[in-house]
Structures are given as C-alpha cells and as structure tokens.
T-cell receptor, first 111, second 116 residues
Framework: RKEVEQDPGPFNVPEGATVAFNCTYSNSASQSFFWYRQDCRKEPKLLMS???SGNEDGRFTAQLNRASQYISLLIRDSKLSDSATYLC????????????FGKGTRLSVIA | DTEVTQTPKHLVMGMTNKKSLKCEQH?????MYWYKQKAKKPPELMFVYSYEKLSINESVPSRFSPECPNSSLLNLHLHALQPEDSALYLC???????????????FGPGTRLTVT
C-alpha cells in the first residue's frame, strides 16, 4: 500500500459546485495532516492543517477519519480561482522522513 | 510573516558549472528543507536541516551539497549536474518537529533549474 494516496483526477466542476477529495494514508500512527494547493509552476501553499475534530475555513472544510485512515477536503461554491492541484500531506511518524506528499488531485473549475 | 525567499528564480547551467541556490526565512523556524520537484510530480525531499545541522539526506547524489550558514539561511551548492537534474528546487521551513508531530512547512517560490 502506498503511503499517501490520492485520486489524481482531474475533477472538472462548474463554478458554484461542491467538490470533495479524499486521501488515504498507510500509517495509523500518523499525527499531522495538511492540505496544500499548488498552482501550475508555483510553490505549494498551505491551505489548511487538519485537526482531529475537523476544521473549516470559509468555503473549505477538512475532516480526519482515523479509523479508516483518510482525510478529506470539501470545497463549497467553487470559484475559478480554486483551479489548482491539491496535495495531501501526512507525517508518517516513522523513520526519518518528516512529511510525505500525495501525488495531488487536479481540480479545474469551469465557467 | 510566512515568507520564504529563494534566489535565483531561474538558473540555466552547463554540466561543468558550479552554482548555488539560496534560501532565507525570518520566521524563527529551526527546521529547513530542500525539495526537488519534477513536472506533474509531488515535491521530493532531498535534505533536512534541524538547528543548523544536517539531519536527513535522502540519498542525494554528492553533486548536490547543502549548507546552512545560520538559522535563517540555507544554500544548495551544485556541481557537475546532469540534464535529468533539471527541476524546480523548493526550499521550505517549519518549526522543529517533535513528539511524533510535524508542523506546517512554508515553501519558497522555488528556483527553476535547467541543466544543459
């Protein structure tokens, strides 16, 4: 099983739609979870950390399901500017590698 | 201020050249990272510095040589690179991970390197 898995997409959604991404991780001892967004030819930017209780920031909601070892990102009322690749990032809490990146999910919001 | 700066933004170098990439942060972070990213792939960790000491080297070839002159600066010295080393090189910083927990990493804009 890969350490962090994401559906690569692309997800093509109309403006105003709600879209959700899931990400699974292999290590049940992982403690830190993040969503980053990356625009083409730019650096990853932190979107939100994911807490056990779930957290919301405007149109974005992140959830953690430890039992099933996945995190999710929900985007409501999609904007054209939400088009990007969304990277799921998890600490494996083993070995030396601090964080492991998923391969990303590509989102295109269409007018 | 969550800014990490990197210079240069773009670099073209021949296989016999020596060049350096620079990274700077003023967030008081004690962990700094170098990543390599190829197109349509996630960032790939190269090196981690913790309190100015190299703590992780992900089996990176010796033609890449990192250096941490002080807690705010991180360099990556390049020598005798190959065309396949062409990529986006990203620097990041974070609070020092501890007790099984990792903190948010903040990335610089990257240096786009082309090796000819």
């Amino acid at each position: 099983r890969k350490e962090v898995e994401q559906d690569p997409g692309p997800f093509n959604v109309p403006e105003g739609a709600t879209v959700a991404f899931n990400c699974t991780y292999s290590n049940s001892a992982s403690q830190s979870f993040f969503w980053y967004r990356q625009d083409c030819r730019k650096e990853p930017k932190l979107l939100m950390s994911v807490y056990s209780s779930g957290n919301e920031d405007g149109r974005f909601t992140a959830q953690l399901n430890r039992a099933s070892q996945y995190i999710s990102l929900l985007i409501r009322d999609s904007k054209l500017s939400d088009s990007a690749t969304y990277l799921c990032v998890v600490n494996m809490n083993q070995g030396n590698t601090p964080l492991v990146f998923g391969k990303g999910t590509r989102l295109s919001v269409i007018a | 201020d969550t800014e990490v700066t990197q210079t240069p933004k773009h670099l073209v170098m021949g296989m016999t050249n020596k060049k350096s990439l620079k990274c700077e942060q003023h967030m008081g972070h004690r962990a700094m990272y170098w990543y390599k990213q190829k197109a349509k792939k996630p960032p790939e960790l190269m090196f981690v510095y913790s309190y100015e000491k190299l703590s992780i080297n992900e089996s990176v070839p010796s033609r890449f040589s990192p250096e941490c002159p002080n807690s705010s600066l991180l360099n990556l010295h390049l020598h005798a690179l190959q065309p396949e080393d062409s990529a986006l090189y990203l620097c990041a910083s974070s609070q020092e991970p501890g007790q099984g927990r990792s903190y948010e990493q903040y990335f610089g804009p990257g240096t786009r390197l082309t090796v000819t």
